[in-house]
């Protein structure tokens, strides 16, 4: 059976999150449906990672096997067809190598996180960036945010429900920006804990407020607590960018 290797953005907002879901709809769910209506046959699409309900994706990458072979430039054309109106664009179509894993073959994973800092509320950005309307310190988030960089164990920024089988995860980036109303959050790693990202923007916009001062971060990993570090940053503002793969 042939392989497929596809590129996805989508929009979080109107899904439940990537994996299929009994309660709402889901990415996975869309896509799988399309491919039904264009090819007429029933597959397990696989994502490099299970977006949460709201969190979006600039670039993530799915595999799939179909019974025969399609040109990838009809799949891309008859795919986004029948998504529409789906928030949810196939930026690309391969072929792949039968040894290929959207999920397990990924030797990182990158994220982004805007928040929206004016008073005024969002309107191009509305259910794409967390608005705060307080001034925050951008360079004192950055600190604060250097001393997570490295190998750690991150119970402090885990979510109670998280299933994997260690906190120890290693983040290999983890940069603030501020881009005039925007402070972007970029971090980089092999894998990451269930709602780490959006844990750790929380307890980064505590600091950036001025509510806690830049030691606040360092003390919250040391402390291997949950309730030692800050509130979950909402979903909306999450973006999946990116998977990297060895050479293939």
Known sequence: MPRYRLLLEYDGGPFHGW??????????????????????????????????????????????????????ERLVGGLNAHLRPAPIAVLEVSPADDGFHARFSAMGRRYLYRILNRRAPAALLRGRAWHVPTPLDAAAMAKAAACLVGRHDFTSFRAAHCQAKSPLKTLHRLEVSQKGGLVEIEAAAPSFLHHQVRNIVGTLKLVGEGRKGVDFVEEALRARDRAAAGPTAPPEGLYFVAAEYGAT
């Open 19 to 72: 994996q299929i879901q009994t309660n709402g709809p889901s990415v996975q769910a869309a896509l799988e449906a399309a491919v039904t209506k264009l090819t007429g046959e029933r597959v397990t699409a696989v994502a490099a990672g299970r977006t949460d309900s709201g969190v979006h994706a600039l670039a993530m990458p799915v595999h799939m096997d179909l019974v025969r072979d399609w040109p990838p």
